[in-house]
């Protein structure tokens, strides 16, 4: 549905309130508008959820569900539930060890079904639950040892690449990505997810001095491109048109989303970037040609990251949003924008987010561009804390009247 002018707005309203015969006998509720208000609950390092490993399976699940009965009190519409969060499993999956997040020790049962339980209270609350996985990251270490001994990284050391002392598997691989969208679809095809949802990480952040070692998959792979970043990029494009169309086929409805790091390339670099200087661009640095996936229509929906307040000089919020607005005019790919809801009230953080009503402001100003379509808040643990009430003025400014979900 379209926005309405206030004009318009104001005007049917009060039609509503002029009674009628038929209507003093049976009001016709207003249907709710359709706009993504969604917040990410990330359960790497116990991020958001569990707020620890270990628990009992009735401590997590009232965790979880606490987490869900505050997205509904917010007037939220979707929650996006990390489940792969280092190339292990919230379910039971025939691929990967469960995760080591929920007991403390990858590989062991919790004694439950976390993904399969999100999705039924999810949908019992009248939320939507989009899978968030990540495709390449093994661990945030760097021995393999420490892994545990049936998991396939072990199995197949050669599909591993340390980097930054890290654990990744190598995109370049074709066996490798047939296997990270085997494992991640399993998901989909148990459990009746509303999305398929991928994070900002493809070929990793870069790191000072190290160098991401794919030799040996660029000598046999990449003959066919004029550079080593043109093959890398082909990799990641692959892997997001394969997904794309194993969802479509596993279970028909369900969507496909990204939500990338906000900076596409900087307008220094390529006349068709935004008027940014980020100290990273993601397809030079990872690879990742997010622009190409919505011209395209690759996706069905994008969450670049905006993690900017408005008027910061090397990457400005009103600006990030005009960009991929533009970039998303015409295309069949819904544009949310990803909010940094975790900065608000941070001291760490500058004055513009010790301001209440800076993402506030975030959510006024997307009114200017129709192809805006909602936004989504990282994450879950500010979502609860809202340490200076910057969630609690979004509400109050933009979410009096609930909303569903974009389709």
Known sequence: MGRVSRRAFAAATFAALTPTPRAAAAPRRRAAAAEMRGVWVATVANRDWPSRPGLTAAAQRAELTAHLDRAVRSRLNTVILQVRPTADALWPSPYEPWSHCLTGTQGRSPGWDPLGTAVEEAHARG????????????????????????????????WVVEYGGKLYYNPGLPEVRAFVRDAMLDAVERYPVDAVHFDDYFYPYPVAGRTFDDDAAY???????????????????????ET????????PGTRFGISPFGVWRNAATDPRGSATRAGVQTYDDLYADTRKW????????????????IGLPVADYAELLRWWAE???????KLYAGEALYKAGDPAQP????????????????????????????AAKDLAADRIGAM????????????RPPR
């Open 351 to 378: 004055a513009a987010w010790q301001d209440p009503a800076e993402l506030s402001r975030h959510l006024a100003l997307a009114k200017g561009h129709a192809q805006v379509r909602g936004h989504v808040f990282f």
């Open 294 to 309: 919505v011209r395209e229509g690759l996706l069905d929906y994008i969450v670049p990251q905006l993690y900017w307040h």
């Open 392 to 403: 609690a003025r979004v509400v109050a400014d933009h979410y009096r009247q609930p909303a």
């Open 244 to 251: 794309a169309a194993r969802v479509g086929e596993i279970r």
């Open 327 to 333: 970039v998303a005019r015409g295309s069949r790919t």
């Open 219 to 241: 000598a046999r792979y990449g003959g066919g491109f004029a550079s080593r970043a043109d093959w890398r990029r082909d990799n990641i494009d692959r892997l997001v048109r």
């Open 127 to 158: 939320l939507e639950l989009h899978a968030w996985f990540n495709p390449y990251r093994i661990a945030g270490h760097a021995d393999p040892a420490r892994l545990v001994a049936s998991h396939p990284a072990r199995r197949r050391p050669d």
